[in-house]
């Protein structure tokens, strides 16, 4: 997902208008709607129920979710670090290579 891009979810009413669950963390200007149908979530079934329960228990102490700006900082910091990581690799044993041909 580009950073121009939010998924957000809402509620269709009957009048064709959206009641989305949060603002849209975008500059205003024209944007592309794709409306999608979710599934409703069974009620009873023991997964959906602890979700339900964890995501209420989340809201009720203000926990705030990560914004895709945060994740995906997070994520080029980590690829950023693997790959340094793998060049100290290579440059380690290409040193080692180098060191084992200087031995008589």
């Known amino acids: 997902m580009?950073?121009?891009e939010v998924v957000v979810?809402?509620?269709l009413?009957?009048?064709?208008?959206l009641d989305l669950d949060h603002k849209p963390n975008l500059p205003p200007g024209r944007?592309?709607?794709?409306v999608q149908a979710l599934?409703?979530?069974p009620d009873g079934d023991p997964f959906w129920d602890m979700m339900k329960s964890i995501w209420a228990e989340q809201r009720a102490r203000g926990h705030v979710p990560r914004s895709v700006e945060e994740i995906?900082?997070?994520r080029r910091e980590m690829r950023e670090g693997w790959a340094r990581r793998q060049e100290?690799?290579?440059r380690?044993?290409?040193?080692?290579r180098r060191l084992r041909g200087q031995q008589p």
Request: charged share 30%; glycine share 6%; aromatic share 0%.
């Open 13 to 17: 009413k009957p009048d064709g208008t």
């Open 88 to 90: 100290a690799i290579e």
């Open 31 to 34: 944007v592309q709607v794709i």
């Open 72 to 74: 995906e900082a997070e």
């Open 2 to 4: 580009s950073l121009s």
């Open 39 to 41: 599934p409703e979530l």
């Open 92 to 96: 380690l044993q290409e040193e080692s």
């Open 9 to 11: 979810e809402g509620t």
